[in-house]
């Protein structure tokens, strides 16, 4: 089946750890995403990526890199610069425009 | 003015009602709009996308478009327990290349009741 994967699915950090979020998708889509969701803040853009080994920043870039090495993988690197990462982080890849975007089911991460 | 803009509820029905979620927007070059189901904890799903103005139904769920006003809206009838779900509209414009960028609603956070 036809997809977007994000490992794991909970995720510990302890302060001024780096931690590496990973989403693998095989729909053949360009595009990929990431997203972070807070309660009542809706999905705020992190960083996003049109092609391979290009990428740009999102609304809320900070504290955060990204890579795109393969067209199929686009991990998400927390980094210890990001104040407060505790959130609900959301992969997605897109198509072109009428189909919208598919998302994995998410990555929780807590900082401990 | 935010591009989208969505009432985050919540929204709390017995079963069986119509439930009726709503955006509006401003700005007149989004092309596609669509709605996102989203369950606890999970990713959000592609529930109804349409691109003119009108209804789109499917089963119990109708989506519908108003460009002129900049508004759009989805309709469930006969509403179930299941259907409990945050509720995300979500609009695109093309962006660099041949990609379309979304803009999303934050969510309509719906209950139903049995």
């Known amino acids: 089946d036809g997809g977007i994967t994000q490992s794991p699915k909970y995720l510990f950090r302890k302060e001024g750890q780096n931690v590496t979020l990973s989403c693998e998708q095989n729909?053949?889509?360009?595009?990929m995403y990431w997203y972070r969701q807070d309660p009542g803040q809706g999905l705020r853009l992190i960083y996003y990526?049109?092609?391979?080994?290009?990428?740009q920043k999102g609304d809320i870039a900070e504290g955060y890199s990204v890579s795109r090495e393969k067209k199929e993988s686009f991990p998400l690197t927390v980094t210890s610069a990001q104040k407060n990462p505790t959130a609900f982080y959301l992969c997605?890849?897109?198509?072109?425009?009428?189909?919208?975007?598919?998302f994995g089911s998410g990555t929780r991460l807590t900082v401990v | 003015q935010k591009e989208v803009e969505q009432d985050p509820g919540p929204l709390s029905v017995p079963e069986g009602a119509i439930v009726s979620l709503n955006c509006t927007y401003s700005?007149?070059?989004?092309?596609?709009f669509m709605w996102y189901r989203q369950y606890s904890r999970k990713g959000p799903e592609l529930l109804m996308y349409?691109?003119?103005?009108g209804n789109k139904e499917d089963g119990r769920f109708t989506a519908q478009v108003d460009k002129s006003s900049k508004y759009i809206s989805l309709f469930i009838r006969d509403s179930q327990p299941s259907d409990s779900a945050t509720y995300l509209c979500?609009?695109?414009?093309?962006?660099?290349?041949?990609?379309?960028?979304?803009?999303f609603g934050k969510g309509t956070l719906l209950t139903v009741n049995p």
């Open positions: 979500a609009m695109s414009v093309r962006g660099g290349g041949s990609n379309y960028k979304l803009t």
């Open positions: 700005n007149s070059a989004f092309q596609y």
């Open positions: 990526s049109q092609i391979v080994n290009d990428f």
């Open positions: 729909l053949n889509h360009d595009a």
């Open positions: 997605a890849s897109g198509g072109q425009g009428l189909y919208g975007y598919t």
């Open positions: 349409t691109y003119s103005s």
